[in-house]
């Protein structure tokens, strides 16, 4: 009888345990559902991601990806009845709204007496499985790395053989529907989409880029990173993958590597023990702290037009290829929240709708410890400032002028402060809408009172 394999976070073939799980149950069904509560309310960059994302998907899985739209609890329960499945397997989700969702379709399946069976996540450890001597879940990550590290994870899982896929009916309208987002105006420049150009980006990244990742990955300047979060985004990737290539790579680069994994993994761990915190502080002691209403200053730091050079390429490079990078997240951010005073979702939503990547525990949790507000004894005072993060990340100003038309008659650093040139704003760049050091002092103001009240 037929199993149905019905794939969500963990968009691929390779090293995919529950696709190993549903393959021993007998032909598999490989099965995505273009759930509108996900698809209808995701930006329209990461719609345009999964719809490449799919096609590719659909490519390995020999056509035979069964696309289906509707809400999950509806779409999988009546499939499985049309094809006589006596299982559905799935990654198992640990994300609040996943494991919700899971929850009302593992009862509407038992229902109808079919089996439900989760096997693997998204994760090398799946969250909820680290914990301190005390039994208790961590809330700092240099501990939870150090024992993530410890519990290690399985190695990658073989693809099974003589797998024997089903074939059922697509939505024909489903399809339309992801090629209208994959080919919409305004779509940004996407990366090659699927398994096959995930894995030889992730080669090229070993054999050219890895060596130099310990030094290189805070220049924004530089091609230093891997670029492998958006394949990671939809487990086109498993990490678990990526770590067991690591032994035997340069020791310094290879551990920097994996602990940029282990954040995507704590993050994912505090949200599973902490759900609320997606959308609101996890540091109560800060709940006082006082923030300023959404006003022009706010588009002017969503359009890239803040007068700040760093913080505007940054803006500008998410709206022009749905991805930023890490170093320059951490300084737009800081420039919203401590700068324009601003709470910080307002900044981790526009993030969301814009990031190809965009993974709600990362991002949100990223946004929260740039805050002050969420994960590591990390203090509220930490300021980026963005000038000098400009010059000592971006040296040459080669990033800033890459976004930035309107600064390029400048040379070398002397890009990060226009206001010095007598030429700086030549091009129409504009001038700076607050002034750092003075948002400094209020942004210190207001914590000294938010923690003298609590």
């Known amino acids: 009888m037929t199993s149905i394999l019905w794939l969500r976070r963990d968009l691929r073939r390779g090293d995919h345990p529950a696709l190993a799980a549903a393959h021993a149950d007998g032909p598999v069904l490989p099965l995505f559902v273009l759930d509108p509560a996900f698809f209808d309310d995701a930006g329209e960059p990461r ?53 919700a969702r899971d929850a009302r379709v593992q009862e509407a399946l038992g229902q109808r007496d079919i089996a439900w069976v989760a096997t693997g996540s998204p994760y090398a450890v799946a969250p909820g499985r680290i914990r301190n001597q005390q039994g208790n879940p961590y809330r700092v990550f240099t501990p939870f790395c150090r024992a993530w ?85 939809f487990g086109v990737l498993h990490p678990r993958t990526l770590l067991a290539d690591l032994p035997g790579r340069p020791p310094r680069s290879a551990n920097a ?23 609101h502080d996890l540091r109560p002691e800060l709940s006082g702290l006082a923030y300023d209403a959404e006003s022009d200053l706010v588009d002017a730091w ?26 320059v997240r951490m300084v737009t951010a800081s420039f919203l929240a401590k700068d324009l005073h601003i709470w910080w979702p307002v900044g981790a939503r526009h993030f969301l709708q814009h990031l190809i990547d965009g993974d709600p525990a990362s991002n949100n949790h990223g946004w929260q410890w740039v805050a002050g507000t969420g994960t590591d004894a990390a ?11 400009g010059k000592k990340f971006d040296p040459n100003g080669d990033y800033v002028r890459r976004w930035i038309p309107e600064l390029r008659q400048l040379s070398g650093a002397a890009v990060h402060e226009p206001w010095r040139s007598a030429d700086g704003y030549a091009g129409g760049y504009p001038e700076r809408i607050v002034d750092h050091a003075e948002q400094r002092a209020v942004a210190l103001e207001r914590l000294a009172m938010a923690r003298n009240a609590g």
Not at 257 to 279: C, I, K, M, N, Q
Request: hydrophobic residues 35%; contains cysteine; proline residues 8%.
């Open 379 to 389: 203090p509220y005072f930490r300021i980026f400032n963005p000038v000098e993060q």
């Open 257 to 279: 590597f994996g602990t940029e994994l282990a954040w995507r993994e704590f993050y994912a761990d505090v949200v599973h023990h902490h759900p609320d915190s997606l959308w």
């Open 47 to 99: 719609q345009a991601w999964l719809a490449h994302t799919l096609r590719a998907l659909d490519e390995a899985y020999e056509g035979r990806l069964c696309l289906r739209y509707g809400t999950p609890e509806q779409v999988v329960p009546e499939l499985a009845t049309e094809v006589v499945a006596r299982s559905v397997h799935v990654s198992a989700e640990t994300e609040p709204d996943g494991a």
């Open 149 to 233: 590290r410890e519990h290690g994870w399985r190695p990658p899982a073989s693809e099974p053989r003589g797998l024997t896929l089903h074939r059922a009916e697509s939505d024909d309208a489903a399809w339309r529907k992801l090629d209208a987002a994959a080919t919409a105006s305004g779509v940004p420049a996407l990366p090659p989409a699927g398994e096959q150009a995930a894995r030889s980006r992730w080669r090229e990244f070993l054999d050219e880029g890895l060596a130099g990742y310990a030094t290189d990955r805070d220049r924004p300047d530089l091609d230093g990173t891997s670029r492998l979060s958006p394949y990671l985004k």
């Open 302 to 327: 969503r359009t890239g037009h803040t007068g700040y050079p760093l913080v505007d390429a940054g803006m500008r490079q998410l709206l022009a290829i749905g991805w930023m990078h890490n170093r």
